[in-house]
Nanobody, 121 residues
Framework: QVQLVESGGGLVQAGGSLRLSCAAS????????MGWFRQAPGKERELVAA????????YYAASVKSRFTMSRNNAKSTVYLQMNNLKPEDGGVYYC??????????????WGQGTQVTVSS
């Protein structure tokens, strides 16, 4: 089992920044691919960013590329999502997820409870 707890969400003006954190506990964190998903009201959940445990390769959705940066600190069992130049359409509930094999798909085994991000125009 892996437990994930997100933090760092909040209300920010367009153009501002937020840094989300996801603290993991349980099994060996360093061997899990990690993903950040978001779900806006009335929309499907989408993968925003992901990072592989084996290579450190990252993926970003086209809509956030060059504005968001995902990183991980295996010693602290934590992943981060630095979000810059936020836009109103970036708002939603952000979920952290972990899986031993899935990377770009949505079939992650473990999920956090989510943290709300609201971007005002």
């Amino acid at each position: 089992q892996v437990q994930l707890v997100e933090s760092g969400g909040g209300l920010v003006q367009a153009g501002g920044s937020l840094r989300l954190s996801c603290a993991a506990s349980g099994r060996t964190f360093s061997r899990y691919n990690m993903g950040w998903f978001r779900q806006a009201p009335g929309k499907e959940r989408e993968l925003v960013a992901a990072i592989k445990w084996s290579s450190g390769d990252t993926y970003y959705a086209a809509s956030v590329k060059s504005r968001f940066t995902m990183s991980r600190n295996n010693a602290k069992s934590t992943v981060y999502l630095q979000m810059n130049n936020l836009k109103p359409e970036d708002g939603g509930v952000y979920y952290c997820a972990a899986d031993s094999s899935s990377f770009l798909g949505g079939e992650y085994d473990y999920w956090g409870q989510g943290t709300q991000v609201t971007v005002s125009s």
